[in-house]
């Protein structure tokens, strides 16, 4: 059912998901639709930031990156970690990584008209 097992028969694809994985994807989705999130989250697969460090990162004002930050957190797309003062974000797990690869490499194709790679 994942997209990183390129050697999954084509009868999973037979079966649709279930309608709360589904929601799940989409609000996931919803939140990549964002430029300023998609490029905090790139930032975030990379390691921990804080506020400060994306709002320089990014060039976005730093309410915004706060707001922002959020989202992605309400989605389970960003965790968090306190030190001291601080708040550290950063990408929650590989799949997210492999989330944002896939749909950067889709946009690379799209973009130079490269042809996939199977």
Same mark, same amino acid.
């Given at each position: 059912?994942?997209?990183?097992?390129?050697?999954?028969?084509?009868?999973?694809?037979?079966?649709?998901?279930?309608?709360?994985?589904?929601?799940? =994807?989409?609000?996931?989705?919803?939140?990549?639709?964002?430029?300023?999130?998609?490029?905090?989250?790139?930032?975030?697969?990379?390691?921990?930031?804080?506020?400060? %460090?994306?709002?320089?990162?990014?060039? =976005?004002?730093?309410? %915004?990156?706060?707001?922002?930050? %959020?989202?992605?957190?309400?989605?389970?797309?960003?965790?968090?970690?306190?030190?001291?003062?601080?708040?550290?974000?950063?990408?929650?797990?590989?799949?997210?990584?492999?989330?944002?690869?896939? %749909?950067?490499?889709?946009?690379?194709?799209?973009?130079?008209? =490269?042809?996939?790679?199977?």
């Amino acid at each position: 059912m994942y997209a990183r097992d390129d050697s999954a028969s084509a009868a999973q694809w037979q079966r649709l998901p279930p309608g709360d994985h589904v929601d799940a =994807a989409v609000n996931s989705f919803r939140m990549l639709a964002d430029p300023t999130r998609l490029r905090l989250l790139w930032l975030l697969c990379a390691g921990e930031h804080d506020v400060s %460090a994306l709002t320089v990162a990014s060039g =976005a004002a730093r309410p %915004a990156v706060s707001q922002h930050l %959020a989202k992605l957190r309400m989605t389970g797309l960003v965790a968090t970690r306190r030190d001291g003062r601080r708040i550290l974000y950063r990408a929650r797990g590989g799949h997210v990584r492999r989330l944002l690869t896939e %749909a950067l490499e889709a946009a690379d194709h799209i973009v130079t008209g =490269a042809p996939e790679h199977n």
